[in-house]
């Protein structure tokens, strides 16, 4: 508890906690409550990073704990699915309703007939993946490939580098270059934008690859706007560039790398010209792009997950990853690359205590095709918590046609009436961060935190892992001596911890990082692969790809649907999270030549529409998206739109060359005036 501040209400406490939420930055944070009630989220020092200042999504956060659409207790569905047609119930009741259900489900169609479906990224270890798991396995239900996101970034850093500890913002303003790519952090890790800001004023040059042209790229030195989907070929003419030209470190190479003579190989075809063909970025600027970064030192290459939203995001992961081992820049403090740090601590959930059945595996951006009627086994019972799949998962028509079935029975647990909780049969009040425990831990900054509650929580929510617990001892799963809640929970995850961490975590609540939070690749940190050495070409990565590693996947698009549409994350939500607060009006971003081939003026009503769907809002003509692309936000609800449906109407459930990712950004679709 942290003492009252001079400007706080005389019966205010300002209390310290962090926040979850899927964000690199994982903030401290000085939550100011006055008579049980939050009155201002702020932010704190506690991590070094957060510098006082948090974005204006978590300031908001106290509408989504007291909002109208907040779950107070829980609900039973009383009438048709898709309408908010709901009774009050109690948790017995609830509960008891759920395990009826479970054994059921279990009985007549065995226990993989049972689907868990559910996404972390918000949630720390107390939250995710610890009772939850436990009561999942021990069922031996359907397991869930949590690939919606960084599932192929994931997949080309471990195979890289075994999740080497990378480039954390503390070292930004060390480099004379950043390369800026598929990462917009005015709105996904705004801590990142002071660094860098210090960088440039240090002399550093910032190179921006996006389509869209964002805050950081409109104060870069450079930007390359990109066609969606072709950053593997941008990468792949740097490594050309740097083979053909006597600029790859082949002392280093030799010494800390395999797999370089196929990288090359499969550079070979990319020329500047061939590239910008199919990139649209102009070659000469594509030639300047690659002479800077050679001649950059340190330079330092923060790679993010836009890249990896389409067919071809695991192989273009692997040639951005690859490129500052085969230019020479690790070694160096701020050279080398950026990217996820959440390994970087080395935490196995050992206090799970269960492990993973050998069921069948779903792979959550397919959830349409799992809930299909004549999917084998079927899925009866559908579990959603920490998600909502109604509006986030590919091809939502098709999962809305699924969650619609009425032998399907649905739970949903979670904070706030989600479009999800639409189509449940039995509804759950989650506690939100700031009414629970957690250990939060940052993916950019090495940063570790236990979160605590700073209010208790409304009405009858209950915390993820009180109710997972409940409903495993229920069912007859939990064995004696198991944590059986949250509390108990927690205190067997700060006893598994390492002790550098847990006894930081008990003792101020913040564990001190690793490297001091400041690792130099090649100096303090190396590849943990088995050999300890970067490994440019995985065999495994070429043998999952359809037509093998770097090789380029052509452009979906058709005559009949020539636009690209992505949904970058915004400013206002956080994947779905505070979806359901007031918001202006979305429309549709489009560059005013296509809206002029196709007659269009700013602030028509438009439907954007291909084989799958269609979406109908307003269009915002302008100039800050590339041609030939089309920007609705992520995390809409349907109640965003005219028609009740969300971009991810439109997105195909194709998956990424490898790690069975989402492919965002490969919706390809037409424009066109409509009347309201």
């Not at 480099?175 to 709105?187: D, E, K, Q, R, T």
């Not at 003509?621 to 590339?626: L, Q």
């Amino acid at each position: 508890m942290r003492p009252t501040e001079p400007h706080a209400p005389p019966t205010a406490t300002v209390v310290g906690t962090a926040c979850p939420l899927d964000c690199p930055d994982a903030c401290s944070l000085s939550v100011t409550v006055s008579e049980g009630r939050i009155t201002a989220i702020d932010g704190s020092d506690a991590n070094a990073v957060t510098r006082g200042y948090i974005c204006a999504k978590v300031r908001r956060f106290p509408e989504r704990v007291y909002g109208a659409s907040r779950l107070r207790y829980p609900l039973a569905r009383t009438g048709p699915r898709g309408r908010p047609s709901f009774a009050r119930v109690s948790w017995d009741e609830a509960l008891q309703l759920i395990v009826d259900r479970v054994e059921d489900a279990r009985r007549n169609w065995g226990a993989e007939s049972i689907l868990p479906f559910c996404y972390g990224g918000s949630n720390g270890f107390i939250t995710h993946d610890g009772l939850d798991a436990l009561l999942f396995r021990r069922l031996g239900a359907s397991r869930l490939a949590r690939t919606v996101c960084a599932a192929p970034t994931g997949a080309a850093n471990l195979a890289l580098y075994g999740k080497m500890p990378s480039v954390t913002y503390h070292d930004y303003p060390a480099a004379s270059l950043i390369v800026i790519w598929g990462f917009n952090p005015s709105v996904s890790g705004i801590h990142a934008v002071p660094f860098l800001r210090e960088a440039r004023q240090r002399g550093a040059r910032i190179v921006v690859v996006d389509p869209r042209s964002t805050p950081t790229s409109r104060g870069a030195d450079l930007h390359l706007a990109v066609r969606p989907g072709t950053d593997l070929v941008v990468a792949l003419a740097v490594h050309r560039y740097l083979f053909e030209e006597g600029l790859a470190d082949q002392t280093f190479l030799e010494a800390h790398a395999t797999g370089a003579n196929e990288l090359r190989q499969r550079a070979a075809e990319w020329t500047f010209e061939r590239a910008a063909e199919v990139s649209g970025v102009d070659a000469a600027v594509l030639r300047e792009f690659a002479e800077w970064y050679a001649q950059a030192s340190p330079a330092l290459v923060r790679c993010g997950w836009g890249v990896e939203r389409n067919r071809n995001g695991g192989s273009a992961v692997c040639a951005i990853l690859a490129l500052p081992a085969v230019a020479g820049k690790f070694g160096v403090r701020g050279g080398g690359y950026a990217m996820s740090n959440s390994a970087s601590w080395g935490v196995e959930r050992t206090w799970v205590g269960a492990d993973e059945p050998a069921t069948r595996v779903v792979n959550m951006n397919r959830l349409g095709r799992a809930l299909d009627a004549s999917a084998e086994p079927a899925v009866k019972l559908l579990f959603v918590y920490n998600c909502n799949p109604a509006a986030t998962i590919p091809d939502q028509q098709r999962v809305i046609r699924g969650l619609e079935r009425e032998d399907l029975f649905t739970v949903v647990f979670d904070q706030v009436f989600t479009d999800t909780a639409h189509y449940a049969d039995v509804v759950l009040p989650a506690t939100t961060f700031l009414e629970g425990y957690d250990v939060v831990r940052g993916y950019g900054s090495l940063s570790m935190q236990l979160a605590q509650p700073v209010v208790d929580p409304i009405g009858e929510a209950r915390s993820n892992a009180d109710v997972f617990g409940e409903l495993a001892e229920r069912l007859g799963l939990l064995n004696e001596g198991e944590p059986r809640g949250e509390l108990d929970l927690m205190l067997a995850i700060l006893r598994d911890l390492p002790p550098a961490i847990g006894d930081g975590l008990r003792e101020r609540r913040t564990a001190d990082p690793p490297w001091d939070g400041t690792p130099v690749q090649f100096v303090d940190v190396f590849p943990r692969t088995a050999d300890e050495k970067v490994h440019l070409f995985p065999e495994h990565l070429d043998a999952e790809h359809p037509l093998g590693l770097y090789r380029y996947l052509p452009d979906p698009a058709t005559p009949e649907h020539p636009l690209s549409l992505i949904s970058p994350a915004s400013d206002r939500t956080v994947s779905s999270t505070l979806g359901e607060l007031p918001r202006p009006e979305v429309k549709l971003q489009m560059h005013p030549d296509d809206a002029a081939s196709r007659g269009l003026a700013d602030g028509e009503d438009v439907r954007i529409f291909n084989g799958l769907g269609e979406v109908r809002c307003r269009v915002q003509i302008g100039a800050r998206v590339r041609s030939g692309t089309v920007v609705l936000p992520k995390g809409l609800w349907r109640s965003h739109t005219a028609n009740g449906n969300t971009g991810t109407t439109l997105v195909p459930d194709t998956l990424t060359d490898l790690g069975g990712g989402a492919c965002f950004n490969d919706a390809r679709v037409q424009v066109e005036r409509v009347s309201r």
